[in-house]
């Protein structure tokens, strides 16, 4: 084995470092071809739902080669075995292929990259079905092999949903990275060392939790600023967001502007049609506010039935316009599928700095005044500060 063995912590210690997936993953490449001096290097991952081996990342292989790669999960491609088998694949000479020839890989290893403990349907629900292609293989995912026999007779699509039912798939997470790694001395003729391809497997373990801790880590920051309902920002980004913009335009200045929005009458929605269809509304009510307005714009549930809109680069009369087309787009359609369909108003107050305040409390205070005195005035209209 052509490597320092100091090495290997230093590479680790570069992937760990980093908390952005598509950092730790190129940088998993970029290392794993130059450490060890392989040809050629390929990344690919599982994308459960779709029952297919996707490629991601290469080093060496021509510009798309890998990434255009879709293989089903199910074994008929050698490049699929290490995901059922739980194993590295490296016979030198293996039987014909025609995604490993339309490649070129005579001389190749594929390193699963696998870092949870897999379940194995057979042993959880102690079946008896010793003909099922999934019976007695640790590794395998019955979701993923055709003809299972818990469902062999159902089509495609209620194979899918029996298996999203299963315990043995609800158990599974299924964010958690799972792949294989190809690398690659076809060019050279180099031989690669099995002792080599142990190193390798230990490697790729660590990457694959160094990428579920990067995804974990993403989604619990996600989670603390968007809305689960709506998948909007919620009060606590906007909040900082406009502490942000507030520096920003004492700084350099500029202005930008608030908008208050508040559903009419939503306490009705909720008592006549039941909170699953409040809860559409307010989920639809979001996705119009992303359409109309722009990618740059803060958007956010502010709580309840209220939402506030952060208009960057907004003078007052530019901000009075969006609302009222806002204001409109609303009122002249249905905001959730229901029925009979739900019509509804929205009233909305608008604040601009410098004009309505200086801080975050003066704004707020002044935007919040200007949704009462829309509400007072008979709802569904806009009201400045």
């Known amino acids: 084995m052509d490597i320092s063995l100091f090495a290997v912590p230093e590479m680790l210690s570069l992937i760990y470092e980093e908390m952005d997936v598509d950092t730790i993953e190129e940088r998993f490449v970029n290392l794993v071809a130059e450490i060890f001096s392989f040809d050629r290097v390929g990344l690919l991952f599982v994308k459960h739902r779709r029952g297919v081996l996707q490629g991601k990342l290469c080093k060496g292989f021509a510009p798309g080669s890998i990434s255009s790669l879709e293989i089903p999960v199910d074994g008929t491609s050698v490049l699929a075995r290490p995901l059922l088998s739980g194993y590295p694949y490296y016979e030198k000479n293996v039987e014909p292929d025609p995604l490993t020839q339309s490649l070129g890989l005579t001389n190749f290893a594929l390193i699963p990259i696998i870092n949870n403990k897999r379940i194995a349907c057979w042993e959880i629900k102690q079946c ?20 299972t026999n818990c469902c062999a007779s159902s089509p495609q699509d209620k194979h899918k949903k029996k298996c999203e039912q299963c315990p043995v798939f609800m158990r599974h997470d299924s ?10 001395n076809s060019l ?12 390798l497997s230990i490697i790729a373990h660590a990457a694959g939790m160094a990428i579920n801790h990067s995804k974990a880590f993403t989604n619990v920051v996600q ?18 967001r406009l502490v942000d913009e507030l520096e920003r335009a004492k700084r350099y200045g500029g202005t930008f502007s608030l908008l208050f929005a508040d559903i009419d009458h939503f306490k009705t929605v909720n008592d006549t049609l039941g909170h699953q269809v409040g809860d559409a509304v307010l989920a639809s009510l ?35 316009v969006i609302a009222e087309n806002l204001r409109a787009a609303i009122a002249d359609e249905s905001v959730a599928r229901a029925e009979p369909p739900v019509h509804l108003t929205v009233s909305f107050g608008v604040a601009t700095y410098d004009e309505d305040g200086h801080s975050l409390e003066g704004l707020l ?21």
């Open 175 to 184: 964010r958690a990275v799972e792949g294989v790694m190809v690398v690659d």
């Open 223 to 240: 989670e603390s600023i968007r809305d689960e309902l709506t998948g909007l920002h919620n009060r606590r980004y906007l909040n900082e």
């Open 365 to 385: 205070g002044k935007a919040d005044k200007a949704l009462y005195s829309a509400k007072a005035q008979g709802r569904n209209r806009v009201c400045t500060a």
């Open 128 to 147: 008896g079905e010793q003909q099922c292609p999934a019976y007695g293989k640790k590794w395998a995912r019955c979701w993923l092999l055709p003809e």
């Open 188 to 199: 050279s003729g180099q031989p690669i060392e099995k002792d080599t391809i142990i190193l």
């Open 286 to 320: 979001g996705r119009l506010f992303h359409r109309h307005l722009r990618h740059s714009d803060v958007v956010s549930r502010y709580g309840g039935e209220e939402f506030a809109m952060l208009l960057l680069d907004t003078d007052k009369e530019k901000a009075k």
